[in-house]
């Protein structure tokens, strides 16, 4: 078996050590023990699942057959998105600071707006600090690394990362990768020309 190491915060390796000279059992033992206990408790999807299945609501095979067709939808949409995103030479693409991008698609109503945005170049340009009044924006990055700056936190975010910017709040990004690329959804629309 390959020995793993956790790395404990000070005042729990003390505590644990503190432990194994009372009860006798090795830090080994006594980190195992709890953490075995940690894992066993079940997730909110589990319980849900359990008490579905316990109440008669659904079977396990209608759960799997349902988990099953939800990630083939999950699967569907994406592919739309990506094609919705191939290149338009009829789409205008917008530059701001190391960031390139343009609209790929606004609902009729103007609730919904996507966005395709990526990498111009490795410099590491920054936006300006930019402030959205009325829309919730979401960004899911797809690849490379993303540094963002949220009111005054900054966070740097990978491939699969989902950040979600409320109404009002400054933020600041920046591609960290000459592959980054992210899909923005904003909701309602930006304020932006068609």
């Not at 078996?1 to 050590?17: E, F, N, S, T």
């Not at 195992?32 to 849900?48: C, D, F, M």
Request: glycine share 4%; hydrophobic share 40%; aromatic share 4%.
């Amino acid at each position: 078996m390959k020995i793993q190491h956790l790395v404990l915060d000070d005042d729990v390796h003390k505590a644990l050590k503190a432990r194994k000279k009372r009860v006798g059992i090795t830090v080994k033992e006594i980190g195992n023990s709890a953490l075995r206990a940690a894992l066993s408790i079940p997730t909110k999807e589990e319980l849900v699942v359990e008490k579905l299945i316990a109440t008669g609501k659904i079977t396990r095979e209608e759960y799997d057959r349902a988990k099953q067709a939800a990630a083939q939808a999950l699967r569907s949409a994406q592919r739309r998105i990506a094609e919705a995103m191939a290149d338009d030479p009829d789409r205008q693409v917008m530059t701001i600071g190391s960031w390139e991008g343009r609209e790929v698609y606004r609902s009729p109503d103007d609730h919904v707006q996507v966005f395709d945005h990526w990498a111009r170049d490795a410099k590491r340009v920054s936006t300006p600090e930019l402030v959205h009044d009325e829309s919730h924006v979401w960004a899911i990055v797809l690849s490379g690394k993303v540094r963002m700056r949220i009111d005054d936190e900054e966070k740097e975010f990978g491939p699969h990362s989902v950040i979600h910017i409320p109404p009002r709040t400054p933020h600041v990004s920046t591609p960290l990768t000459p592959d980054t690329r992210a899909v923005l959804v904003c909701t309602p629309a930006l304020s932006l020309p068609r």
